[in-house]
């Protein structure tokens, strides 16, 4: 049974910087697609990043293109999102997310795997 636990978010201002973590049990880790999702209160669950399995290649939803980063750590079993300049329109819960298979895909229905969730809150 695969695990995903995410870390790192809390309250932040306007400009400020987070680093969001998520660490998966397992012993295929790299064998996943990985992605980081985020749902605002009373919006649906959007796409944030992902990152293929080599980590060589990354793809980002527009609003967070060049203020965020997703990275990964296969020999730890991690993957992380460097969130930098974040914006109230930031606030959310995050959600890492594991797919089987080596495409990059934005859609959640598409993911196989979920975490609990981080809030992540950021004050004007």
């Known amino acids: 049974q695969v695990q995903l636990v995410e870390s790192g978010g809390r309250l932040v201002q306007a400009g400020g910087s987070l680093r969001l973590s998520c660490a998966a049990s397992?012993?295929?880790?790299?064998?996943?697609?990985m992605g980081w999702f985020r749902q605002a209160p009373g919006k649906e669950r959007e796409f944030v990043a992902a990152?293929?399995?080599?980590?060589?290649?990354?793809h980002y939803a527009n609003s967070v293109k060049g203020r965020f980063t997703i990275s990964r750590d296969n020999a730890k079993n991690a993957v992380y999102l460097q969130m930098n300049s974040l914006k109230p329109e930031d606030t959310a819960v995050y959600y890492c997310?594991?797919?089987?298979?080596?495409?990059?895909?934005?859609?959640?229905?598409?993911?196989?795997?979920w975490g609990q969730g981080t809030q992540v809150t950021v004050s004007s």
């Open positions: 997310a594991q797919r089987r298979g080596s495409v990059v895909v934005t859609s959640f229905y598409e993911y196989d795997y």
């Open positions: 990152i293929t399995r080599s980590g060589l290649s990354t």
């Open positions: 397992g012993r295929t880790f790299s064998t996943y697609t």
